[in-house]
């Protein structure tokens, strides 16, 4: 890297460092200290224990106590960090504990790997590095946005790195380059690549180089000042990547729950780093918050693609039944894509043209109706259509996707030339297309036909029913049927979709809780949901209750009853009890 990549390396690297607690750091040690005790090591071997990453020191020291505590007295401590007054801090704690053989380098970790040749062992300047016995480290999270593209496009030809990169991930092959072979890695990082189809790549990369022990989903605990949601992972390196075969490992995961969701007594904890040592499922209180845990055997599908599944044997037995029970899957029968994404939402969105002078008020063919995350709900009436329009700059012509020519809108254009400096503005727009178009059109033949409707993110599913009239905002996703498709499917898909029965089996196969319980429902995941025969008496009175759900205004009751049956419906459906 050059001089001046370094320069913004090391300023964006600095953004994404949060300095680990030393609760979270015990507890990550006490995991990698409890492996090296079912070694059975001789407490008199040395130990040498790299944090590439180490800040002030915290996650060393925590791993000097402990092995103390457990008789490893003949530890090496190496710690690397490109942040010289962090690196003086850590010298200065770790001395005043007594640490002995100690070598801390202020330096960029990364920078220190030669990883074309494939060495690694790695040099700074005359100073040489020997591959390590255990890693502990929480490295930097700074997303491509932020890193920048030339940063991120340096960094993915030096590592190999695929898709979005993300500093954490160059570090991890980096640090794996460091280890000795049955070496232990103890990492704390987003959970993201545990779900995420971005995350394939890392999944596929510790799969290949390490036997995995335990992973931690960490959820909503916010035991950082970022919105990371964090996760540790501990894992033996392999001498070869051989995948020898799909053992499970151990897993735990902990989320924030709402109250009205929990038992009347739940047991205490004064900390969440004291629940994290607890070895139960369950709900427990810290403070005035209540956390559910459940911890049973990480499960690796034969894909990389497809997201590790975190579940008890119960959970896991209970959606392979479904699995194996079900027609089809959501992706057989229709299509899933984001809505419009027009970049200039101020401009091209609005609830008040009316208020518009005349000669801005574009003309009404331009208008639709748009559906938002804002607007939606489940089983949202027909009739009820949102305040929100767009102006839409594109229509069908022969079949196929042109922009609207505005000369025939004369209002409309003057609208958008008030608005040309903002839109202008635009450059990936403008750079092979007009200043005046919205980014992301999608289909509109497509998205004036029947579709369903769901927000990216919510609490619970949001799946509703459009006839076509009204188009998707991109906060949202829409499936339309693919050809040939008998549009009752639509409302079977529909009803299922709303039931806690789907809920479950989502939260169990994508494991992608946010916080405070909120769900992403993406194209990845819906795609999977299950599908039950709709040649079955159940799938038919699903189809029927819904259209009386769509079609219909209902009282409170009236609908809560529907639901209600809807729920048994798909249960029979399927033939597996939830």
Known sequence: MDTTLNDTLRTRKETGSHFTSTGLADVVAKRLINELNKLEIDNQNKLRVLDPA??????????????????????????????????????????????????????????????????????????????????????????????????????????????????????????????????????????????????????????????????????????????????????????????????????????????????????????????????????????????????????????????????????????????????ARFEDIGDIRVGIKTTADNVFISESWDELDTELKPESELLVPLHSADNASRWLPIEKKPKREILYTHTMVDGKKEVIDFTQYERGFNYLSSHREQLEGRKYVTKSRNWYEIWVTQNPGLLKLPKLIFPDISTEPKFFYDDGSCFVDGNCYWISLKDGVDNDLLYLLLGIANTAYLTKYHDIAFQNKLYAGRRRYMTQYVNKYPVPNPDTVYAKDIIKQVKSLVFNELTVEEKSKIEKEIEELTEKAFGVKK
């Open 54 to 327: 180490c800040g002030d020191g915290e996650l060393l020291l925590s791993f000097k106590r402990l092995a103390e505590l457990n008789s490893f007295n003949n530890v090496d401590l190496v710690g690397v960090d490109e942040n010289q007054q962090a690196v003086e801090r850590a010298v200065t704690r770790l001395e005043e504990v007594k640490a002995e053989n100690l070598d801390l380098i202020p330096n960029d970790f990364l920078e220190m790997i030669n990883i074309e040749e494939n060495i690694s062992l790695f040099e700074n300047e005359s100073k040489k590095i020997d591959p390590v016995d255990v890693i502990i480290a929480n490295p930097p999270y700074v997303r491509t946005q932020v890193l920048g593209s030339e940063v991120a496009q340096s960094l993915a030809k030096k590592f190999n790195l695929k898709g979005k990169v993300d500093l954490y991930q160059a570090f991890i092959i980096a640090m794996t380059m460091q280890l000795k072979p049955g070496g232990l890695l103890g990492v704390i990082t987003s959970n993201r690549y545990l779900t995420t189809k971005g995350g394939e790549s890392l999944r596929k990369f510790f799969r290949e180089n390490y036997e995995i022990i335990e992973v931690m989903d960490l959820g909503d605990t916010k035991l950082f000042e970022a919105a990371v949601l964090p996760s540790i992972f501990i894992g033996r390196k392999k001498s070869n990547k051989v995948i020898e075969n799909n053992s499970p490992a151990n897993f735990y995961k902990i989320y924030e729950e709402k109250k009205s969701e929990l038992i009347d007594e739940a047991v205490g904890f004064d900390s969440v780093f004291e629940l994290l040592e607890n070895l139960e499922s369950g709900t427990f209180k810290v403070e005035e918050k209540f956390y559910s845990t459940l911890i049973g055997k990480l499960i690796f599908p034969e894909s990389h693609k497809e997201p590790w599944v975190m579940a008890s044997d119960e959970e896991y037995k209970w959606i392979e039944e479904v699995n194996q029970a079900s027609y």
